[in-house]
């Protein structure tokens, strides 16, 4: 039952509550409840054996509600044979959507309602245990089979590396999805992220979006479960390899849903994978783009080579036992989505084991979007087994072929992969599609050890035959080596290829490979590797512009106040315009104050256009007039024909020097921030932090005010705090916590000004700029509605008032364009609830149909509701133009204007009866 929710498509339903009544008879029998019995869930001894845990459970639960309900994340880890054996088949149901048994006691109860059994594990893979009754009372909650003793704690500490292109093995980070603070939350079905929408000229839109596996899976919202459950049907792999990280541009036209399914949809979809979506009429489940390691090279009966390991990718069929999660225990899959803060769009986390013996690696794959749509994926490998491993390597394979609404363009491999130049990775093109892939590969610390821009494999295969990745003379590559010669090759990484050129010059099955070092991974130790992505639709209808190792809001590129300038770097290509000339701003989001970095302006060559080959350029900046703190870079270009490019921006900060002067900063929630450039909130509350620091004072005192500029008074200045300063010349920290601006219900620009003063008197300040960002319309309504208890005679009939706990409210947030709203009602007809044992029948497959209805006339204003139909309940809702949000408060109207009569003819069993309303938010034109 939704109580509250934000609306995303002004069409789907908002929120649903039910409508309850209860009707009695004056010959209602009564029932003798065994209320004396308390629900008690105990778990007992824990035995370990070679390949299972053996789990004991106590229990004492009355014996006319016998029913225990177990769910897991890993329920198919349970030996489901062995419960039927305790309790009977028809005794156990299996409830796959919920990840749940339901265990009927009846025939494993005593006289005095106690009872025990024991759950047997399939693997000694870690397992978490719920029981709960069929009230959803939790009565017992564990996990067992735990990591936690070879784990390390998370550690707030910096990552040490060798090189920029090297990151070590180390202990994991505070990003554990697992920890309730880390904000990342578990979801049970594959999903789209949409990144930030590109608005075009006919009122249609581009949306990039990102995803595990394949597209139409993530657009139908297929089961994580299912997809690794279920195999393909030709035997090749599972349905949905949900290993591969993949995006897409989706073209939506006008008043359409980006989120529809593709078979059912008027969008138009771009993806760069083969087999994301159907191919060949069939759905492939993208199996040519998945991660895997080396765990197999340690399965004794292959023999050993360390210099070139055998892998297998992730569905990979195995011959007996001990390999049964060599390639993916499909049991440890979870899919997860948290808020990034910086560019507040959903990310998403996918998380998998590979188990050989004792030795057990969880590969974590994150996908998330920066500002500008590039998709930065990261793929982690931890040790979280039972013994350190001496030579460890993992690995991802992207498979490049485009294809629009799952087809390819004639020709479909005939994909040129070109250097970026400057050994910053590949990008690809095909006369026959509108777009451009690219793939940048060295632009991290925890960047791939090696990348070979060469081929890939399927997620079945299994390393035998083809020696894949290791083919130092491949037929289909003209004699060269496939992807590395041996794993200390590092490929194409260091190769000087210039901007342009094709890795191979010929058409082939093309693709990227790329490994972490080979290193040795101790237990609870990790290491990872980071590259970015763009799939672009519109890169040959204008220029299109690239910074190099941009500076970022929480990535700044820093500087001393003593640094005189600083060079900016970056390249340029346009597939349609001969000239194209480039420009910058500082702070300043007027393009018409553009400055030219004229060494960039050059006349392309028509094998140039043809090939969007790039052109690099460098921007010295200047920094002697810039004030200390954070500065933003704009640079765009700008075609013949005057068509402008995207904006890429790189952001810097100017440290100050310890000086006699105090100095303070803001960190959070935002670095930077200006009138122009405020930065936008969709709360009624703020955190503030950052730090401050004085050379030689004792103590200094932090004031702040809310739009000083507005407020004469210089006693409006609010003391935040008064500090000694043990440390000079350090940082130290300051917050200023839970400040509400509920007052400024408007859409200006505020500021909030913050001055530091030493105790010599010295005073500094920096100023906060903030505004409140339009939303969507928000409704809150009542969780329950309740017409009370009534007691009618045959034919008899009686008028009903509601009871509601809750409101109903409409906040308007949007802009003040927006057009008008209605709010609507769906009723349905009221049927009686069934009882413990019908649910408990129907949970088994054994509930008997019944036409357990009342007749009821649910009237407004006493216009009557007519059932399964929308009601317009209030209309003219409009956004005030001067407001964030106008608040629309329509409780009182249910007290007004909402009624029911019963009808009791024919006449109707007694009990408690309800129906399922839905409240709605609607398009009023």
């Known amino acids: 039952?939704?109580?509250?929710?934000?609306?995303?498509?002004?069409?789907?339903?908002?929120?649903?509550?039910?409508?309850?009544?209860?009707?009695?008879?004056?010959?209602?029998?009564?029932?003798?409840?065994?209320?004396?019995?308390?629900?008690?869930?105990?778990?007992?001894?824990?035995?370990?054996?070679?390949?299972?845990?053996?789990?004991?459970?106590?229990?004492?639960?009355?014996?006319?509600?016998?029913?225990?309900?177990?769910?897991?994340?890993?329920?198919?880890?349970?030996?489901?044979?062995?419960?039927?054996?305790?309790?009977?088949?028809?005794?156990?149901?299996?409830?796959?959507?919920?990840?749940?048994?339901i265990i009927n006691l009846k025939e494993n109860i005593d006289f005095d309602s106690n009872g025990e059994f024991e759950i047997e594990t399939i693997n000694q893979n870690k397992i978490e245990i719920q029981f709960s009754d069929l009230d959803k009372n939790v009565l017992a909650d564990e996990s067992f089979n735990n990591q936690e003793e070879f784990e390390s704690p998370d550690s707030?500490?910096?990552?040490?590396?060798?090189?920029?292109?090297?990151?070590?093995?180390?202990?994991?980070?505070?990003?554990?999805?697992?920890?309730?603070?880390?904000?990342?939350?578990?979801?049970?079905?594959?999903?789209?992220?949409?990144?930030?929408?590109?608005?075009?000229?006919?009122?249609?839109?581009?949306?990039?979006?990102?995803?595990?596996?394949?597209?139409n899976y993530a657009l139908s919202r297929m089961y994580v479960s299912e997809s690794v459950a279920v195999n393909h049907p030709d035997g090749n792999g599972r349905i949905n390899n949900v290993t591969a990280a993949n995006s897409t541009m989706i073209e939506v036209p006008k008043d359409t849903n980006p989120y529809e399914e593709q078979q059912y949809s008027r969008n138009n979809f771009y993806t760069a994978t083969?087999?994301?979506?159907?191919?060949?009429?069939?759905?492939?489940?993208?199996?040519?783009?998945?991660?895997?390691?080396?765990?197999?090279?340690?399965?004794?009966?292959?023999?050993?080579?360390?210099?070139?390991?055998?892998?297998?990718?992730?569905?990979?069929?195995?011959?007996?036992?001990?390999?049964?999660?060599?390639?993916?225990?499909?049991?440890?899959?979870?899919?997860?989505?948290?808020?990034?803060?910086?560019?507040?769009?959903?990310?998403q986390r996918l998380t998998y084991c590979q188990i050989y013996d004792n030795k057990k690696i969880k590969v974590s794959t994150t996908q998330k979007f920066n500002k500008n749509n590039r998709v930065k994926v990261t793929i982690s490998f931890k040790n979280v087994g039972h013994s350190d491993i001496n030579n460890f390597t993992g690995y991802n394979f992207r498979d490049i072929t485009f294809m629009k609404n799952n087809t390819p363009p004639s020709h479909g491999q005939d994909n040129k992969l070109r250097s970026l130049g400057k050994n910053q990775g590949v990008y690809a093109t095909n006369e026959n599609f509108v777009g451009r892939y690219q793939v940048r590969l060295n632009d991290y610390k925890d960047s791939p050890y090696a990348w070979a821009i060469r081929g890939t494999k399927s997620t079945f295969f299994d390393g035998k035959d083809s020696k894949f990745p290791w083919i130092e003379k491949s037929n289909e590559l003209g004699g060269l080596h496939d992807s590395f010669k041996d794993i200390d090759d590092t490929g194409d990484k260091f190769e000087n290829i210039p901007a342009g050129k094709p890795f191979i010059n010929k058409n082939w099955d093309s693709g990227i490979s790329m490994h972490t070092k080979n290193q040795r991974l101790n237990i609870g130790d990790s290491v990872s590797m980071s590259y970015?992505?763009?799939?672009?639709?519109?890169?040959?209808?204008?220029?299109?512009?690239?910074?190099?190792?941009?500076g970022t809001e929480d990535s700044p590129i820093n500087l001393n106040r003593k640094d005189e300038n600083m060079t900016i770097t970056g390249n340029w290509f346009d597939y349609f315009n001969k000239?194209?000339?480039?420009?910058?701003?500082?702070?300043?989001?007027?393009?018409?104050?553009?400055?030219?970095?004229?060494?960039?302006?050059?006349?392309?060559?028509?094998?140039?256009?043809?090939?969007?080959?790039?052109?690099e350029f460098e921007l010295p900046i200047e920094l002697s007039e810039l004030t200390s703190g954070f500065h933003i870079i704009r640079v765009f270009?700008?075609?013949?024909?005057?068509?402008?490019?995207?904006?890429?921006?790189?952001?810097?900060?100017?440290?100050?020097?310890?000086?006699?002067?105090?100095?303070?900063?803001?960190?959070?929630?935002?670095?930077?921030?200006?009138?122009?450039?405020?930065?936008?909130?969709?709360?009624?509350?703020?955190?503030?932090?950052?730090?401050?620091?004085?050379?030689?004072?004792?103590?200094?005192?932090?004031?702040?005010?809310?739009?000083?500029?507005?407020?004469?008074?210089?006693?409006?200045?609010?003391?935040?705090?008064?500090?000694?300063?043990?440390?000079?010349?350090?940082?130290?920290?300051?917050?200023?916590?839970?400040?509400?601006?509920?007052?400024?219900?408007?859409?200006?620009?505020?500021?909030?000004?913050?001055?530091?003063?030493?105790?010599?008197?010295?005073?500094?300040?920096?100023?906060?700029?903030?505004?409140?960002?339009?939303?969507?319309?928000?409704?809150?309504?009542p969780s329950k509605i309740s017409f009370g208890r009534v007691s009618l005679a045959n034919n008899g009939t009686e008028k009903l008032n509601p009871k509601y706990t809750g409101d109903l409210t409409i906040k308007d947030?949007?802009?003040?364009?927006?057009?008008?709203?209605?709010?609507?009602?769906?009723?349905?007809?009221?049927?009686?609830?069934?009882?413990?044992?019908?649910?408990?029948?129907?949970?088994?497959?054994?509930?008997?149909?019944?036409?357990?209805?009342?007749?009821?006339?649910?009237?407004?204003?006493?216009?009557?509701?007519?059932?399964?139909?929308?009601?317009?309940?209030?209309?003219?809702?409009?956004?005030?133009?001067?407001?964030?949000?106008?608040?629309?408060?329509?409780?009182?109207?249910?007290?007004?204007?909402?009624?029911?009569?019963?009808?009791?003819?024919?006449?109707?069993?007694?009990?408690?009866?309800?129906?399922?309303?839905?409240?709605?938010?609607?398009?009023?034109?």
């Not at 070590?168 to 554990?176: E, M, P, R, W």
């Not at 036409?851 to 005030?880: C, G, M, R, Y």
Request: with cysteine; aromatic share 8%.
């Open 1 to 101: 039952m939704i109580r509250k929710q934000t609306i995303a498509f002004l069409a789907l339903t908002m929120s649903v509550l039910t409508g309850i009544f209860i009707l009695c008879s004056p010959q209602s029998p009564s029932y003798a409840e065994d209320s004396s019995i308390e629900k008690i869930v105990k778990f007992g001894e824990v035995s370990i054996h070679e390949n299972k845990t053996k789990i004991k459970v106590n229990y004492q639960m009355p014996q006319n509600e016998p029913i225990l309900i177990l769910t897991s994340p890993q329920f198919r880890n349970i030996n489901l044979e062995a419960l039927q054996k305790t309790f009977g088949k028809d005794n156990i149901g299996v409830d796959t959507e919920n990840d749940r048994f």
């Open 156 to 215: 707030e500490q910096e990552m040490k590396y060798d090189s920029p292109s090297e990151k070590k093995a180390s202990k994991t980070s505070n990003d554990n999805e697992e920890d309730p603070d880390s904000h990342w939350i578990r979801a049970t079905r594959m999903m789209i992220t949409l990144g930030n929408p590109i608005p075009q000229s006919d009122g249609s839109s581009i949306y990039p979006a990102i995803y595990f596996g394949s597209l």
């Open 274 to 347: 083969y087999g994301d979506g159907l191919v060949e009429k069939k759905y492939r489940g993208s199996q040519r783009n998945f991660t895997t390691t080396n765990l197999a090279e340690y399965a004794s009966i292959w023999g050993h080579n360390v210099k070139k390991p055998r892998i297998v990718g992730p569905d990979f069929k195995p011959i007996f036992g001990p390999l049964s999660n060599i390639g993916m225990d499909t049991s440890s899959v979870k899919l997860y989505i948290r808020m990034d803060p910086i560019t507040h769009i959903q990310e």
């Open 532 to 550: 970015n992505t763009r799939l672009d639709i519109e890169v040959k209808r204008k220029p299109h512009i690239e910074l190099h190792h941009p």
């Open 579 to 615: 000239k194209v000339d480039v420009f910058y701003t500082i702070d300043d989001k007027n393009t018409t104050h553009g400055k030219k970095i004229t060494s960039a302006s050059k006349e392309q060559t028509p094998e140039e256009i043809k090939d969007g080959i790039p052109h």
């Open 637 to 781: 270009a700008k075609s013949e024909t005057g068509i402008l490019s995207g904006i890429e921006t790189s952001i810097i900060k100017i440290n100050n020097t310890s000086s006699k002067i105090p100095q303070l900063e803001i960190d959070s929630p935002s670095r930077i921030s200006s009138d122009d450039n405020p930065y936008f909130t969709k709360n009624e509350m703020l955190n503030i932090s950052g730090s401050w620091s004085d050379s030689d004072s004792k103590s200094v005192s932090i004031y702040y005010e809310l739009d000083p500029k507005e407020n004469k008074k210089a006693a409006s200045k609010t003391l935040l705090l008064h500090e000694d300063n043990p440390t000079p010349g350090e940082s130290t920290k300051w917050k200023l916590p839970n400040y509400s601006i509920e007052q400024l219900n408007d859409v200006k620009t505020h500021q909030l000004a913050f001055t530091i003063t030493d105790s010599e008197g010295n005073s500094n300040q920096q100023t906060f700029y903030f505004k409140h960002q339009p939303e969507d319309v928000e409704l809150i309504v």
């Open 813 to 925: 947030y949007r802009e003040k364009s927006a057009i008008p709203l209605t709010l609507t009602l769906h009723i349905r007809e009221f049927s009686r609830n069934i009882d413990h044992g019908s649910q408990l029948d129907k949970l088994f497959g054994n509930a008997k149909p019944a036409n357990e209805k009342i007749s009821t006339t649910v009237t407004w204003q006493n216009k009557h509701l007519i059932s399964d139909n929308a009601h317009p309940i209030f209309t003219d809702i409009l956004p005030d133009k001067d407001q964030w949000y106008k608040k629309y408060e329509l409780t009182h109207l249910l007290k007004q204007h909402l009624q029911m009569e019963i009808n009791n003819s024919p006449k109707a069993e007694s009990g408690e009866y309800s129906s399922n309303w839905e409240w709605s938010i609607t398009n009023s034109l």
